[in-house]
Nanobody, 114 residues
Framework: QVKLVESGGGSVQVGGSLRLSCAAS????????MGWYRQAPGKQRELVAT???????YYADSVKGRFTISRDNAKNTVYLQMNSLKPEDTAVYYC????????WGKGTLVTVSS
């Protein structure tokens, strides 16, 4: 069994920063990629950023230049540094780990207010 624990969400004003963390534990092996999705109220879940085991990184266009994803392989942890936050970044952020199948965290709420 795999467990993902997210932390770092909260409320921030426009232009502020937050850092999300997601630690994976349990039967961890051969991680292909780790990353973050988000789901805003009334919208579909969308991919925010992902990082592969070889270090390849993808960002959604909406967050490029503002968000930075990183991972600590020794700790099976993925991070998302979010800067210059905008109201449209308000969402529940879910981390995932892709092994033989994807595993999901329960989500952490990020609220950006003007």
């Amino acid at each position: 069994q795999v467990k993902l624990v997210e932390s770092g969400g909260g409320s921030v004003q426009v232009g502020g920063s937050l850092r999300l963390s997601c630690a994976a534990s349990g039967s961890i092996s051969d991680i292909n990629s780790m990353g973050w999705y988000r789901q805003a109220p009334g919208k579909q879940r969308e991919l925010v950023a992902t990082i592969t085991s070889s270090g390849d990184i993808y960002y959604a266009d909406s967050v490029k230049g503002r968000f930075t994803i990183s991972r600590d392989n020794a700790k099976n942890t993925v991070y998302l540094q979010m800067n210059s936050l905008k109201p449209e970044d308000t969402a529940v952020y879910y981390c995932y780990v892709d092994m033989v199948r994807p595993y999901w965290g329960k989500g952490t709420l990020v609220t950006v207010s003007s």
